[in-house]
């Protein structure tokens, strides 16, 4: 079986306040110890196929990593695979990748939610249009 994820490493191995309460809000259950430990042994600190996860995570990524961005904190990007039970692969990714992939994402959606409607209605009123806009517009943010 085919496995794809993304994830998230901080360039810096110290620990800061600042990187474990942001990290703390986004893993409210693991402590700031397993936190640090990840932080320190340069490892993820964030994996989009994490089982919270598992249907938003690249939007989930995307919102740490503008929230890293803001308190400048450096991050490094990886793009993981592997055919199991055969070790990850990992690759480092560009945030213009990253953007790509939510973009692609976007469009996806806005897609399935045109054709459900052409399939249901027969075509995009207006008023769905806009309700298919706004639904898109979550997902941007």
Known sequence: MFE??????????T??????????????????????????ANDYVF??????????GVRQMAKLLREFDKASIE???FEESRYTPNPWRAEPMSRE??????????????????????????YISPDAKKDIDKEISKIQK
């Open 47 to 56: 994996l989009s196929d994490m089982e919270k996860y598992q249907h938003d």
């Open 15 to 40: 620990a800061d306040a600042t990187a474990l309460k942001l990290l703390r809000q986004c893993f409210p259950t693991q402590s700031f110890s397993e936190l640090r430990a990840k932080i320190q």
């Open 97 to 122: 990748y990253l953007k790509n992939i939510l973009h692609r994402d976007r469009e996806i959606t806005r897609q399935v939610l045109e054709d459900i409607e052409r399939e249901t209605v027969g």
């Open 75 to 77: 991050t490094e990007l």
């Open 4 to 13: 794809h994820r993304y994830g998230i490493k901080l360039k810096k191995t």
